[in-house]
């Protein structure tokens, strides 16, 4: 093809079709060049394609002759003929078509040119009648018609103000168009693409979308006055926007240029916006709607509290702990500032009402700090600037979102800070207001009118209750004079003047109030009895209407109703003012009118003073003259009038009727609330004598549960037991308490309990009213009976001779308390005696939903009695139902905090608690809060992370030192347990010293030392805090430097008191007992009241200081390192503490089932860290034995065996350094976590650390003596080994030479010639080979060396004793050890007569156990069948060494030491020189040679015939010299692999569950020659109860075999990898080629020397084909070993164990060996290195064959009852003096003997007991026991469930 790129060039359509793809070819049609010819007509030149369109071709080219144009296509085809032109036009062409145009000259005389040709596509047509069918804002569609043409697909463009928008291809004939803009112009190209690849010219058209409106109208802000909207910017270009805002039919449409607008004043209804494009279009409106707000939805929104006004604000939120409880940053916004009023008025901080945004405030100064030019207009906007809200707005909006009881609670505190309360609360919005008489309910008042002042007596009542006259304060119309605080200034004294009502001279007081307009608010006036001071001397209620009573009427006519004078402020007065004169009300009106006021009009004040028929005094003027403070004084007089003569006195109670009648709703008319008061009433209305009611209503509580708190004490201290038998003696109580229990079942429930009952069980609102009513009921009947028996206490205290009467009405007053616990307290006792009934009883049945009542009112924040304060007991089994159920309520592992106080009684403690945290412990007059209270908060989801908790838990507790309880023996006593308790489950315990330098600080500091003291031995570290209270000064933290340090010195002397007594001496100072720091341990807060009380308000002093230090204790928690417990680790806490403080040594007694499974937790990670070092070591060990046994053996070592050993050596020291190093880091790191409460077992971490570094020196000794062992035993058989080899090269060359000989003779041999001559050349070689004889070793003399060696250091006495007795001739009988002395051995055999234990009989146990141990050890080493070394006697005297000093607590003379070494020592001579002569006897060469003579002469027959040894010699490489190092191997390692089985299990993870289940399965086989086993021969039935379980275990063999196969694959592996690498070195002969092979496989496998030195004689095998059969025959070994390893018994296995998994179990679960000095029962402590031996199961010790020297009985007692009776022991330790069991670690200090943590703790061994008495008796040649009654009514199950109690299983 050929192309005219400048023709096409300039063509006038390139703009329509690519010239290079409008090309021609011209070409010869025949393809040659035609020489001349005279005829001869030349071809067309140069074709240039003129122009190509969609249905005509023009063509130019040169001229001269006619032309014949032919042209084609697929479908069309056509010629023409035309005269000479320079131009050729083509039509009716195909667009889009390629033609090929073939053109011939024509010559006059008709002769042809040749053709030339070419190809020339026509132009396709583009799309026709493009049309659009659909448009829209965003999209439009269009289609056109298909053109000619092969069409591929279609382009289409769309493009905006000239930019292409986007292109897209299309293979149908339509599309449609998305995401435009609205509004916009579009222009549409469509152009067609062919198949061929052409395109076509654009057709264009264009298109407008549709405008549209804003895609989205927000209101985004409404108020009461204006609706803000913001419209979303719409696509295309808008001029303005039209509002038009609807409301019932009127229309207002407004014009705006931005898409934000504001209207103004709207009316509720409907906005219709649309916009005005630039075009001028008017689009369609958007439509949307808002309801313009009112003034409370519009405040609550401001406030954030929209939600609360239907959904109320509970207890729990206000009082829950979040970031703004921790916070001190003030409010920053609107939303803020109901919590931080909230805030305050919870901590009762009077500066609560201080509520402004800091925002405000900030922005208002930096607007004039900014700019300090003088400017007028600017100085007076900032005046006025800042949207701030008044008060009222803020407490009436919360008082509307709240429920009754905050609405309670916010009444109560602001009563506290001397508030005025809501007593008519507003709602603007349904113009109702509400009589706000339960939220006044709880207020209660104290104050002395003056007719008490005399007696000095006092009126304490509920406000609600007391009937006073009552002023109200109103105003009409506008008025100059702030009412409010003429009334503040009214109720205040020259001396202290207190803001009782906001005024608008208070901060934000002037913002305009919003929605509290119409709040009628209420004070009181109370005197304290002192004329000087009293402002009115009678009490008198203060209210204050908001607003003007014009449009208040409601309330006015209520104030007129109720009062007892209302005061009227005016400036102004209408003449005619209906509202006052139409009134008809008994109250006295009084005008009060501001003269000063420009506004003020006598005529119409005189005017209505007549319709009133007002004298002068009730019209009060504030003259021109005068000021506040004289007008105050005469206003003062004037109401004192009122309130002197007044008769109108009424009760808040009363006035709910009036506002029933004028419609006023009352907030007590709930249903739930009225319900709820009639249960309460119905409880309480009977009330006459409060003891005689607790005695018939309450009955459980009463004697029967004080006599029960005796018995369970007694059961724990044993005071009385006397001579009794202790047992018996327990028993006895346990038949009492169980009669005890029975007769509470015998009551019926009282009718006043079962409606308690039944009242708790009501729906969650009703319940917490019924409580309420309660609580305030019980507290007016106990206020009154207080009252009267205070009056009565006086009358007879005038006269000394009533001094019973006296004492009885004393116990009246102690006893006259009445409260909701009570009736709690009672509830638990009613659930506590039902659990002594049968599980299927009915009773029992009905009452077990009463824990989950309990813990549901303490999830709901209810304080719940943990201590029962009369009986100074807890009900164990009810509290910790109650806190299980509560931990069923919370979430899954919720964690609590506890805070707790301390102090002396009456110091503030509760008030304090209540102060911080907003709670309700009790603090009313006459109720000094007994025993202890614990109350759960909240903590928010914010916090929980920082805090680590879920909940805190508060305790309260009752005063120490109290009146009552210091009359009583026992009181210290009591402060010590409660004090000890509740620092045990403390966090944090706040110290309350009310006076730094009262005189009983140094009493309470002393309990609170012994109670830190314990908890530090027990593992707990509670932090501290003193709190000295009513101190004032600013300067008192630098002023008390010297009381802090005198303190901290006090406090030293007491923790160093306390340590004695304690007997932990080594604690010095009270530092050692807990983190202390006196400058920050310390915090002075100053007294509650500002004033003299009953007007004074509460500090904000001290408010502001309880707040520090509660953020202070809040931040400590999340500081605390140890994990918070979750609820039943503090039930287990609380469980366990108060049994241990029941004790009266509490900290030999005290052990919990969480510290009990912490240290298992411990001991499991620590056995596991031990037996990875243990196994480490004995691999590396194994390995080292290996190459030493190895040594020398194949080729030449380049060092000597002393350095080879020295080099193992060190790296043993390297290897264990590295594990003593890696436990330790894992111990660190164990201590360092958070879980798991390892901070409970801190004190064992020491224990632990030890037995770690001892485990290292202990397998450091145990290395070297077996790395030297086996070294000096492979250094002995070289010179064997050297003789053996050249024995084997004399014989193999006697017998190359015997093969040439015979093969020299030329005759056929016969086997039996080949026999004869290998029999002759044998005998000859033999006699003339040197056998030098192995001489033995006298090992007696090496025993004998070193045991003198071992006694060397003992004195002369030794060398006497050593010398009297030969070794030969010791330890030929049985040892028995004899008493030196004639009197000795008289006392000797009389303790035998009594079957006692004496010194003799231990010394006898001890030498039995240690003989036991040293053979065992002999026999092991004898098993080996290796030669002797000195290091086994070494062994067995560090052995014996060891077990005598563990055993140093029975006196031992130097006597029983030799002669017991003496034995074992003899004994072991004898054997060991037996293994010693076996050994030698065994490696003689001689014997050696002739075991090998029938294998030289199959060789010597084999290399004489020439066969081909190749296979044979595999087969006896392999198992003479492959398989014994396999098995060996296999066997070397299963040993450990056994063990770490095992210890996987259960029953063996730790010392504890291995005696837990030992004893689990005595029970279950119910055996008494088990059980009998057991007690007297411990370590046996011990050890072959571990056998049993191991073949138990491994008995079906496929765990062993796993682990068989698992080591036999490796050695194979091993085997295959060492053939591989010999075949690579080329060996050129078959000793080099085994070299190759053993000297790889000498790390792992030891093969014997013998037999590969027999295998290497006479071996013509070449390395190749034996490579090949050598690997053959190690598959078909493997297959073998592995039938083998099936097929062996595991009894088999056991025995030929390097390791020996029974005594490597045994070892771990035997421990220390320690048994209890008095029943014998093995320690259990964790490691080997602990201080303190421990076991959780003594028993009675009859069954340590112990008896009565009177009765020969049995004896019953239990050692953990023994050491906290009376009773006296004496022993061998004792000198045989009789000792205290009391004081028994001063004879055994370590040894830790608890009391039994429950009663039922040792209900298994009296289990047995009881069921084989008689047995053990008969074995024991004793009477038996007498058995306590109780121990005959243990079952099986109880006994089960002692034992996993006494091992914390759970």
Excluded at 234 to 245: A, M
Excluded at 1578 to 1593: A, F, G, P, Q, S
Excluded at 1619 to 1633: C, D, H, P, V
Excluded at 1650 to 1678: R, S, Y
Aim: charged share 25%.
């Amino acid at each position: 093809m050929a192309e005219n790129v400048t023709t096409m060039e300039s063509s006038e359509d390139e703009d329509f079709y690519d010239a290079s793809e409008s090309f021609l070819d011209v070409h010869d049609e025949e393809g040659t060049d035609t020489p001349p010819q005279s005829d001869y007509v030349p071809p067309i030149g140069e074709i240039t394609v003129l122009s190509a369109g969609q249905e005509a071709v023009s063509l130019g080219l040169r001229v001269g002759y006619k032309l014949q144009v032919d042209y084609s296509c697929d479908t069309q085809r056509s010629s023409i003929i035309m005269e000479d032109n320079s131009t050729v036009e083509v039509e009716g062409l195909n667009p889009g078509t390629e033609y090929t145009f073939s053109i011939i000259r024509i010559a006059g005389n008709g002769n042809r040119s040749k053709a030339a040709s070419l190809r020339v596509f026509t132009e396709p047509s583009p799309p026709v009648h493009i049309a659009v069918d659909e448009v829209s804002s965003e999209s439009l569609s269009l289609h056109w018609d298909i053109p000619a043409g092969e069409v591929e697909c279609y382009i289409v463009t769309w493009c905006s103000e000239g930019e292409i928008v986007q292109e897209l291809t299309t293979d149908t004939n339509n599309l449609t168009l998305s995401d435009l803009k609205p509004g916009v112009c579009y222009s549409l190209q469509v152009s067609v693409q062919l198949r061929n690849g052409r395109r076509s010219k654009s057709t264009v058209t264009s298109a407008h979308t549709t405008p549209c409106p804003h895609l989205k109208t927000t209101v985004y802000h409404i108020s009461c006055k204006q609706v803000s909207l913001h419209l979303d910017t719409p696509d295309g270009e808008v001029e303005s926007y039209t509002v038009i805002s609807c409301s019932e039919g009127e229309v207002a449409p407004e014009t705006m240029d931005t898409k934000s607008s504001t209207l103004s004043n709207p009316r509720p209804g409907v906005n219709q916006v649309s916009e005005e494009p630039k075009n001028e279009t008017i689009r369609e409106s958007a439509v949307t709607s808002a309801n313009t707000k009112t003034q409370l939805e519009s405040l609550l929104e401001d406030l954030g509290m929209e939600r609360h006004y239907t959904e109320k604000l509970s207890l729990s939120t206000v009082l829950q702990i979040d970031k703004r409880t921790i916070s001190d940053e003030p409010a920053k916004c609107n939303a803020d500032l109901p919590w931080y009023f909230l805030k305050k008025l919870m901590m009762v901080n009077v500066t609560a009402r201080n509520v402004k945004c800091t925002s405000v405030c900030e922005s208002t100064c930096d607007a004039a700090s900014e700019n300090t030019e003088l400017d007028f207009d600017d100085l007076f906007d900032i005046l006025h600037s800042g949207d701030m809200l008044n008060p009222l707005d803020i407490i009436t909006a919360l008082f509307l979102c709240s429920d009754g009881f905050v609405q309670q609670e916010m009444a109560l505190k602001m009563s506290m800070c001397q508030f005025s309360v809501p007593l008519l609360l507003p709602n603007c919005d349904t113009k109702q207001c509400t009589l706000m008489l339960w939220a006044m309910r709880d207020i209660v008042k104290k104050y002395r009118p003056q007719s008490l002042l005399e007696s000095k007596g006092f009126i304490e009542d509920r406000i609600v209750v007391s009937e006073l006259p009552m002023i109200s304060f109103v105003r009409l119309g506008e008025c100059s004079m702030s009412k409010s605080e003429i009334l503040n200034k009214l109720l205040s004294s020259s001396q202290q003047y207190y803001d009782t009502f906001v005024h608008h001279n208070m901060e934000c007081g002037d913002s305009p109030r919003r929605i509290s307009n119409g709040l009628t608010e209420i004070t009181w006036y109370l005197p304290c009895g002192n004329k000087n001071m009293d402002i009115f001397s009678e009490p008198v209620a203060v209210a204050n209407l908001r607003g003007d009573i014009a449009s208040c009427e409601t309330q006015f006519y209520f104030l007129c109703q109720t009062s007892a004078a209302v005061f009227v402020f005016f400036d102004t007065l209408d003449s005619e003012c209906e509202l006052l004169t139409n009134l008809h009300t008994k109250a006295q009106i009084f005008l009060v009118g501001n003269h000063q006021s420009h506004r003020f009009s006598k005529d119409a004040l005189k005017k209505v003073a007549t319709k009133l028929g007002l004298t002068k005094d009730n019209i009060l003027l504030k003259a021109k003259h005068m000021n506040d403070a004289d007008f105050v004084k005469n206003l003062r007089k004037t109401v004192s009038n009122v309130v002197e003569n007044s008769k109108i006195k009424m009760r808040i109670e009363q006035m709910a009727d009036i506002a029933h009648e004028l419609g006023i709703w009352v907030d007590e008319d709930s249903s739930e609330c009225q319900t709820a008061k009639e249960n309460a009433d119905a409880i309480t209305a009977g009330i006459q004598d409060i003891l005689k009611y607790k005695d018939t209503k309450l009955p459980l509580q009463g004697q029967i549960w004080k006599d029960l708190t005796c018995l369970e004490k007694e059961e724990f201290r044993l005071r009385n037991v006397g001579s009794e038998n202790i047992e018996k003696y327990k028993s006895d109580l346990q038949v009492q308490k169980d009669n005890l229990r029975q007769k509470q079942n015998t009551y019926d429930m009282s009718d006043a309990m079962a409606c308690f009952i039944k009242a708790i069980s009501s729906p969650g609102i009703e319940r917490c009213y019924f409580l309420k009513w309660l609580r305030m009921n019980l507290d007016n009947v106990s206020r009154e009976k207080l009252s009267g028996l205070r009056e009565q206490y006086k009358k007879k205290c005038k006269d000394s001779k009533n001094k019973e009467e006296i004492k009885e009405i004393d116990r009246q007053l102690s006893n006259s308390s009445l409260g909701t616990e009570h009736f709690f307290r009672e509830m638990g006792q009613i659930y506590e005696a039902s659990l002594s009934l049968p599980e299927t009883n009915r009773s029992r049945l009905q009452f077990r939903h009463l824990p989950k009542l309990c813990a549901q009112l303490l999830l709901d924040g209810f304080p719940l009695e943990l201590v029962d304060g009369d009986a100074s007991n807890i009900p164990l089994r009810w509290v910790s139902d109650v806190l299980s159920q509560l931990n069923d309520l919370v979430p899954p592992e919720s964690k609590i905090r506890v805070a707790t106080v301390l102090g002396v009684q009456s110091t503030g403690k509760s008030t304090l608690l209540n102060t911080m945290f907003g709670v309700q412990f009790a603090v009313s007059s006459g109720r000094c809060t007994r025993g202890a209270f614990m109350l759960l908060i909240r903590i928010d989801e914010d916090v929980k992370k920082e805090l680590k908790c879920d909940f805190m838990m508060i305790i309260d507790t009752e005063g120490l030192k109290s009146p009552e309880l210091a009359q009583l023996d026992n009181s210290h006593e009591h402060d010590n347990e409660l004090a000890t308790l509740v620092v045990g489950l403390s966090d944090i315990t706040i110290i309350n010293i009310a006076m730094e330098n009262s005189t009983e600080m140094k009493d309470i500091l002393q309990i609170v030392v012994h109670a830190f003291l314990r908890m530090k031995e027990v593992g707990k570290k509670p932090k501290c805090q003193f709190v000295h209270q009513n101190v004032s000064d600013v300067s008192a933290h630098e002023k008390n430097l010297r009381d802090r340090k005198l303190l901290l010195q006090q406090l030293n002397e007491m923790t160093q008191a306390a340590a004695r007594m304690e007997q932990k001496e080594e604690n010095k100072s009270f530092t050692d007992v807990m983190e202390y720091s006196p400058d920050t341990g310390n915090w002075y807060i100053p007294g509650l009241w500002n004033g003299n009380p009953p007007m004074a308000p509460v500090n904000a002093g001290y408010s502001e200081a309880v707040y520090e230090l509660k953020k202070n204790i809040i931040q400590t928690f999340g500081g605390c390192e140890s994990s918070a417990n979750d609820i039943l680790d503090f039930a287990e806490w609380t469980k366990s503490l108060w049994n241990a403080v029941k004790h009266e040594n509490f900290i030999f007694s005290f052990r919990n089932s969480l510290v009990a499974d912490a240290y298992m937790r411990l001991c499991t990670e620590f056995n596991k860290w031990e037996w990875e070092f243990k196994k480490e070591m004995y691999t590396w060990v194994t390995e080292a034995e290996t190459k030493i046994s190895n040594f020398g053996k194949i080729k030449s070592e380049t060092c000597d065996m002393s350095e080879f050993l020295s080099d193992l050596k060190s790296e043993a020291c390297t290897v264990l350094s590295e594990w003593e190093t890696k436990i330790l880091e894992n111990l660190k790191k164990y201590f360092k976590q958070t879980e798991g409460h390892v901070y409970l077992v801190e004190g064992y971490r020491e224990d632990f650390a030890n037995s770690a570094k001892s485990l290292r020196r202990e397998m450091e000794s145990s290395v070297i003596n077996q790395l030297t062992a086996a070294a000096d035993i492979r250094q002995g058989m070289t010179e064997i080994d050297r003789i053996k080899d050249n024995h084997t090269t004399e014989l193999e060359g006697r017998v190359c030479a015997l093969i040439e000989q015979c093969r020299g003779k030329k005759v056929k041999m016969t086997e039996r010639q080949l026999d004869e001559e290998f029999d002759k050349m044998w005998t000859k070689t033999v006699n003339e080979l040197s056998f030098s004889k192995q001489n033995a070793t006298n090992v007696s003399a090496s025993v004998s060396y070193y045991l003198r060696a071992n006694l060397s250091r003992k004195g002369s006495r030794v060398c006497e004793l050593l010398d009297k007795k030969s070794l030969q001739d010791c330890g030929l009988v049985p040892f028995k050890y004899t008493a030196e002395g004639l009197y000795n051995q008289v006392k000797h055999k009389i303790s035998r007569w009594f079957n006692i234990e004496d010194h003799v009989m231990a010394l006898q146990n001890i030498a039995d156990c240690v003989i036991a141990e040293c053979t065992a050890f002999i026999s092991e080493k004898m098993e080996r069948k290796n030669n002797y070394h000195n290091t086994y006697i070494q062994e067995i005297l560090h052995k014996i060494d060891e077990r005598l000093q563990s055993s140093k607590d029975a006196k031992r003379d130097i006597e029983f030491e030799v002669s017991l070494k003496q034995h074992i020592c003899g004994v072991a001579a004898r054997q060991f020189q037996k293994m010693h002569e076996d050994f030698l006897r065994d490696n003689d060469p001689y014997r050696c040679l002739n075991q090998n003579k029938e294998k030289y002469r199959a060789d010597f027959k084999d290399v004489f015939h020439e066969r081909d040894q190749c296979q044979k010699k595999a087969e006896e490489f392999t198992n003479r010299c492959l398989r014994p190092a396999v098995e060996d191997f296999v066997s070397r390692f299963l040993g450990p692999d056994i063990v770490g089985e095992m210890q996987l299990s259960f029953e063996f993870s730790t010392r504890m569950h291995f005696q837990y289940s030992v004893l689990l399965d005595l029970l279950s086989k119910n055996d008494f020659e088990d059980y009998q086993s057991f007690i007297c021969s411990n370590e046996d039935y011990v050890n072959k109860w571990i056998c049993d379980r191991v073949l138990e275990h491994f008995s079906k063999g496929s765990t062993t075999y796993e682990s068989e196969d698992r080591h036999l694959q490796s050695s194979i592996k091993s085997i295959n990898d060492a053939i591989n690498r010999a075949k690579k070195e080329k060996s050129g002969n078959m000793k080099e080629f085994i070299e190759d092979v053993c000297q790889e496989l000498s790390g792992k496998l030891v093969i014997p020397k013998d037999a590969l030195g027999a295998f290497m004689i006479l071996n013509n095998a070449t390395p190749e084909q034996f490579a090949h059969w050598l690997t053959v025959c190690v598959t078909e070994m493997a297959e073998a070993l592995r039938k083998t390893f099936k097929e062996t018994d595991i009894q088999l296995k056991l025995k030929k164990l390097h390791v020996k998994p029974q005594k490597e179990l045994f070892t771990k679960v035997i421990g220390c060996g320690k048994l209890c000095p008095f029943c014998k029962a093995p320690c259990e402590a964790g490691g080997k290195e602990h201080k303190e031996h421990f076991t959780s199961w003594h028993r009675p010790q009859g069954f340590g064959t112990y008896r009565s020297t009177r009765t020969e009985k049995l004896v019953t007692d239990i050692c953990t009852s023994l050491v906290v009776s009376d009773a006296s022991f004496r022993c061998n330790e004792t000198n045989g003096e009789y000792h205290p069991y009391k004081d028994y670690i001063k004879i055994f200090p370590d040894w830790k003997i608890a009391p039994d943590g429950s009663l039922q703790a040792s209900d298994y061994w009296k289990y047995v007991l009881a069921k084989f008495n008689k047995e053990f008796a008969e074995a024991y040649g004793a009477e038996p026991a007498d058995i306590p009654a109780t121990w005959n009514d243990i079952t099986y199950k109880q006994a089960e469930d002692s034992l996993k109690e006494s091992f914390n299983v759970k």
